[in-house]
């Protein structure tokens, strides 16, 4: 367990806090993007041990809080229809649509299978001729090349009845459309590291640079986290602002060129709508017009026809935490109306959401106020 251990040694996180303190003359603010690291953060208490002065925030990096209700209500629907075999990772089947999830749409015996990688869901339309399978294909560039290459495989081998139903998102746009916004709160950046692993960081020295914030690719154990945070505060600090890599065991500038490419062959980039946040331009990948076969939404046309945009409950926040303008602890259905097992929002009950995270690890703080 060494390896792992490295990054999770107590010493050397009181040493990086202590280091950080030294460093920091004023309060500033510092979003973390993926909900990977959110979950870190709050399961290891790294925020409880940085001086007072440095806030954390949660970004939007979760791509299944950010998937728009009416892409799980074309979901539920897909999933309803007799013949169909749907597939997903394991944590969209709890995510609400406008009346119900995924579960229930298993449990009412809908054949709604958790797979773990597209092309697990690939195989199954091998085995089942006979049968539509869908795949539900929800992440940032991370998971992408693996969707892709699932498409490149099924056109290879004329496999007809297989399509997807795409929700993948791009964290770039995002970040932009953050630092745009006259709200915006961030004034440096913890990046994705798996992100960065496949499409390199070039992107993040762009935006850097135009809004003169500074940008730290980051992991995702306790100490790679400490040193994001210190390597941030480092430039704040001292008025600098560009792209920097902590995560260089992983992550190379130019990123993993042949997944670049199947991403490129297969996908092109569209406007996508994030749920609590709305329409972000060039933020989304969607199949060329090459592969329109295995676009779910083409496919299933008709019944889909009915689906129309939905909003969140009024009372959850989840679309102003994902900003980071506010705290899980901040919404006031957050543990009572909104908890696991009855959910208002995806970030409640996605395994990288902020909500799941507060709940899972500091649920017990809120009760003892």
């Not at 897909?78 to 298993?106: E, H, W, Y």
């Not at 001729?129 to 929800?138: E, H, L």
């Not at 076969?293 to 889909?304: G, S």
Request: proline share 7%.
């Amino acid at each position: 367990m060494k390896f792992v251990d490295e990054y999770r040694s107590a010493t050397l996180a009181q040493q990086y806090a202590q280091k950080i303190a030294q460093i920091t003359s004023q309060p500033w603010t510092i979003m973390e993007i993926c909900g990977g690291q959110t979950h870190s953060i709050v399961k290891y208490g790294i925020d409880t041990l940085l001086p007072k002065e440095i806030t954390l925030i949660h970004g939007p990096g979760c791509p299944v809080c950010v998937t728009p209700i009416e892409l799980i209500d074309c979901a539920l629907i897909i999933a309803s229809l007799p013949n169909v075999i749907f597939c997903s990772f394991g944590d969209m089947l709890r995510v609400p649509g406008t009346q119900k999830d995924l579960l229930t749409i298993k449990a009412a015996g809908g054949d709604v299978r958790i797979v773990y990688s597209p092309l697990d869901s690939l195989k199954i339309a091998q085995d089942n001729p006979n049968k539509q399978v869908v795949f539900f294909a929800v992440g940032f560039e991370t998971t992408t090349p693996a969707t892709a290459m699932a498409v490149y495989q099924a056109a290879k081998q004329e496999i007809k009845n297989f399509s997807l139903l795409v929700s993948h998102v791009l964290v770039p746009p995002a970040m932009e459309a953050l630092l745009s916004s006259p709200n915006c709160l961030v004034q440096g950046f913890l990046a994705a590291g798996h992100v960065c692993t496949v499409m390199g960081y070039k992107a993040y020295e762009t935006i850097a640079q135009k809004y003169q914030v500074p940008i730290v690719v980051t992991g995702f154990e306790p100490i790679d986290i400490f040193q994001g945070i210190y390597l941030c505060i480092q430039q704040l600090e001292t008025g600098k602002a560009y792209c920097e890599n902590q995560y260089i065991r992983s992550v190379k500038s130019e990123g993993n060129s042949l997944a670049q490419q199947l991403i490129q062959e297969i996908f092109e980039v569209v406007p996508r709508s994030w749920r609590g946040i709305g329409e972000i331009g060039e933020s989304g990948l969607g199949l060329r017009s090459e592969y329109a076969l295995y676009d779910a939404l083409k496919r299933f046309e008709a019944p889909l026809s009915s689906v129309t945009p939905s909003s969140t409950p009024e009372v959850c926040i989840s679309g102003e935490i994902m900003q980071g303008y506010k705290k899980p602890h901040d919404c006031p259905a957050f543990g009572t109306q909104c908890t696991p097992e009855k959910p208002l929002g995806a970030p409640m009950v996605s395994s990288e959401g902020a909500c799941a995270a507060y709940y899972r690890y500091r649920h017990h703080q809120k009760l003892s106020l």
